[in-house]
Structures are given as C-alpha cells and as structure tokens.
C-alpha cells in the first residue's frame, strides 16, 4: 500500500515553477480533501472539476491537478495559495498513472475485457476458473470486487483512485490474478491505463451508451482502447471474430503488435465452437484449440454462453495456464448472479430466470439464446432506464416482440423520467404487448401466464437490488420478486 506520503516527482508528476510537494492522500471529489492531499480537478460532462479547486484548497491541498480550463476557472484562488499546481493536457489519463504510483501495488497478473454484452460474466468465468485451478482469484466490475477477496463498488470501471486501491488491497490479501470489466465509460476517461494488462478480451459491440458517446463510432474508439492504448504491445489480445466489429478490434490489436486469439464459430478462428447440444439445465459444447477437440458440459443457459466462456477460456490461457487444465474444469463453471439466472421454478415446472438484458441487442439474444432450453412458450419481460439513450426503447420493444410469444413491458429505473413515457416509447416497438407500470405486478403477471414446459425471462435488472424512481433507490430485487410471486402461485407461502 502507499506509504505516508510522496513527492510530485515520485508521482511522475512536475508542477509549474518545479514546485515538489509531498502529498498525503488523492482525491477526485473536494470533500475528500485532507490536509496535505492532491486535488485532481477533472474535465465532466456537466461541470469543470476546477469548480472545486477553491474548496479543496480551503481543506489544505497541498497540490492541485488539473487542465488549462481547470486552472483557469480556479486562477485567483492559486494565484493566492502556495499549494503545486500540475497542468496536464489529460489530466485523467496523468491521474491514472499518478494512481498506480501511489498504491504501489496491484495483481501480477491483471487481464481486462470489454464489450457491450458479456463483460460481467467473461470476468467471473476467468476468476472461477483461477479459482478451481487453486489460484486465488478476484473479478472486478459490476457486481463489485469478487473472489477470494471482497470489496463494493460504485461504478463497473470505477475511478482510477478507486480502482488502484481496491487492486493494491487485493494485492496486499494475496490475490496475484484479477480479471477486470473495462466499460466504455471508463475507458473513455482513462480510468484503467495505469492498469498493467497482461491480455484483454473482446466480447462482442451493440448499440448503447449512446447518451454518453456522441456517435457509434465514438462508442466504439472508446472500447478500442483497451487495444489501442491500455493493453501494452507484448499483452495478448483475445477478441471474438464472429462479431462484425470484432475483425476491426483484431485488426487494432495487429496493428500494435499484439499476440491475437480469436474465438467464434467461425472455422478461421483460433479456437473454434463446433457444436452446441442444449437441454433443460444447461448445454454440451464441442471446442477445437491448439490442434485438440475438447467436449465439455457447460451447466449455462443460453447459446451465447458458449462465447463467453471461450473469451474467458482464451483470457485464462494467455495468463499461462495451459488449455487442458482449464477445458477440465468448465463443467463446474456456474451461472453469474442476473446473468440468465435460474431464479425459480414454478410446481407445473416452468422456469422463470432473470437476465441483465438491458440493449437491444441484449434482449434479442437473451431470447433466441433461451429458446433451445425452452419446449413451451417464452413470455418476456422488459423496460428500459430513464436519462439513458432514447433511441433503444422502441428496438428493445421490437426485439422481444420478434423473439418471445409474450410480451410484458414494464419500469426499470425511471430516474427523472415521466414512466409512462418510458413505456410508450418501448411500445411503440411491441404494440401487442400488455403494460404493467408497477413492476412487482408486471413479474406476477409473468410468473401467472407460465404453464408446462414455458419460460418466463425477466430482462433489464439482473443482479440490481434497487429500481430508481426520481433520486430514490427503492429496495427491489427481481430474483426476488420472482420467487415470491411463485411461492404465492403455487401456494408455498405460510
């Protein structure tokens, strides 16, 4: 962990006039700001961080980060201090390196993954399957730091102060193997570049985010550079062919020259799905790498699992384990928590899961992914977020319209946003389907319409606990919700 305190120049850092203060601490957020702490005063979408210099300031920085803006906005409150001031053209990017020189330490070996669907469960499949070869293991993304060391976070690629302190902690445990989600976001701001990669993966790229990116095209510079900046030239490039996009990621990746694995059913790749069997519980793969056919069993639903587990597979190999030890212990590969989680079974024997599916894209594999699992009929439930991309509403409608027998459209975190308009603007996509505002009775209702040999698969959620209405964070959980309304169905309950 970092020691007490550090120079600017131990930092990486030089501040105008060679000034080198020791610093104490780091914060991107003023009201963490202790006596002797740098201040990095950041570029945001809404407001200039250099808003905050004159607070962080009064709590005793003794040296601020900044840009140009930054510095410009705060310039009688320096002029007047004698705390350092490092001008940096990217202050985020410089505030990432800075990180990892404060706390020192981080796994030896850290691979990242990215893409629109696929990142929480590629990264939990990576640690479970360091886990089952005896090596101590964490993943960090959505669903917090998990493994065998534990630790909450606010955001799937959190902040480089965050992030390099939950890696040195992990380190500091004794987790020597971490496997990382890289959202767009965080690439983007630079959060994971003085993360020391030894192989990123790529999952596959939809439609999203496209409230935050200006274009598609931005959306997916920034996934691209995980390749084209973070992943270092000797790291190793995992990426899914099969993808239309991901010939583009592998030609990035190349181009730096990066040792690449491809992974698909396309018969080019390096590592190869040559058949899928699917049943009740789960589904038997065929996989050729390196020369050898592996069969295994994947006790996973849904046909695009087989994808997922192969980047992680290909993530596990370029860590150095060899592909017999891992293709052995695939068959005790469980489902990640909201990912086509099995969440009950009703006494008729229909199955209710809950999925993340919250994209189009999503919600159009989710269901043709279940479809073989499932003898009877698929009842679908969606919704779509408040203050995120409009423009995904209606498609997400269409795609469970097109792929499920039944549709039920419902809320899924509103945030500021008028529900009903939520709702209508989904329907438009799927105009037989029925509305059910209050989501509690939308997974009843599904749970009710399932019989004999039908899935009900409630999208959107996932793992979340909480629906988001205005700036309140209601206690809701679908996985629970699920099994109460069938406990309340088939008359479990006392």
């Known amino acids: 962990m970092a020691a007490k305190g550090k120079s600017l120049s131990e930092l990486g850092l030089t501040a105008r006039g060679g000034a080198d203060a020791i610093v104490t601490g780091l914060a991107v957020d003023s009201r963490d700001v202790k006596e002797g702490y740098l201040f990095a005063a950041l570029p945001g979408t809404k407001m200039h961080g250099g808003e905050f210099i004159q607070y962080a300031l009064r709590m ?20 007047g201090s004698t705390a350092a001031v490092v001008i940096a053209a990217d202050p985020r990017q410089t505030l990432a390196f800075c990180a990892a020189l404060w706390f020192e330490q981080q796994p030896d070996t850290v691979v990242a993954v990215t893409g629109t ?13 360091w886990q089952l070869l005896g090596i101590p293991a964490v993943n960090l ?19 480089p102060i965050t992030l390099h302190r939950a890696l040195a902690a992990a380190a500091d445990a004794g987790i020597d193997h971490a496997a990382m989600e890289a959202s767009s976001h965080g690439l983007a701001q630079r959060r994971l570049d003085g993360v020391n990669l030894r192989a990123a993966g790529f999952t596959n790229f939809t439609q999203d985010h496209l409230d935050y990116h200006d274009s598609f095209e931005a959306y997916f510079d920034a996934k691209a550079g995980l390749f084209a900046r973070v992943l ?32 698909g059913r396309d018969t080019g790749a390096d590592m190869v799905l040559l058949g899928q069997r699917f049943d009740a519980t789960g589904q038997d793969v065929r996989i050729k790498f390196g020369g050898e056919t592996f069969q295994t069993r994947l006790n996973l639903v849904g046909g695009f699992q087989a994808e997922n587990v192969m980047v992680a597979v290909g993530l596990v190999i370029a860590s150095g384990v060899t592909p017999d030890r891992v293709f052995a212990v695939l068959p ?13 079974t009703r006494s008729n024997g229909a199955a209710v899961y809950v999925d993340y599916a919250h994209t189009p894209d999503a919600v159009a594999t989710a269901c043709q992914a279940i479809r073989p699992h499932v003898m009877g009929r698929l009842v679908a439930i969606i919704g779509a977020g408040g203050d995120r991309d409009p423009g995904k509403r209606p498609l997400m409608g269409a795609a469970a319209a097109e792929f499920a027998d039944q549709v039920i459209v419902t809320d899924d975190n509103p945030r500021s946003e008028d529900p009903a308009l939520i709702r209508a603007a989904v329907l438009e996509g799927a ?10 009775e939308a997974i009843l209702r599904g749970v009710d319409a399932v019989g004999p040999g039908d899935a009900l698969l409630i999208c959107g959620k996932g793992h979340e606990t909480g629906q988001i209405v205005g700036d309140t964070v209601y206690p809701f959980d679908d996985v629970e919700q699920a099994s109460v309304a069938v406990a309340a169905l088939d008359g479990k309950l006392a």
Do not use: C, Y
Not at 334 to 344: D, I, K, W, Y
């Open 60 to 79: 005793g920085a003794a040296a601020i980060l900044t840009d140009v803006d930054g510095a410009e906005i705060a310039k009688e409150e320096l002029a």
């Open 117 to 129: 669907n696929g990142k929480t469960s590629v990264a939990s499949f990576v640690r479970r399957i």
């Open 141 to 159: 993304g959505t669903t917090g730091v998990e493994g065998d060391w534990q630790a909450p976070l606010m955001h799937t690629t959190p902040e």
């Open 232 to 263: 270092p030239e000797d790291g190793i490039a995992v990426i899914n062919i099969d993808d239309a996009r991901g010939v583009d990621m592998l030609a990035i990746a190349r181009a730096r020259g990066q040792e690449t694995m491809t992974v």
């Open 332 to 344: 005790e590969l469980e489902t990640v928590r909201g990912r086509m989680q099995l969440a009950a």
């Open 431 to 440: 105009p037989e389907a029925t509305e059910v505002g209050d989501r509690a």
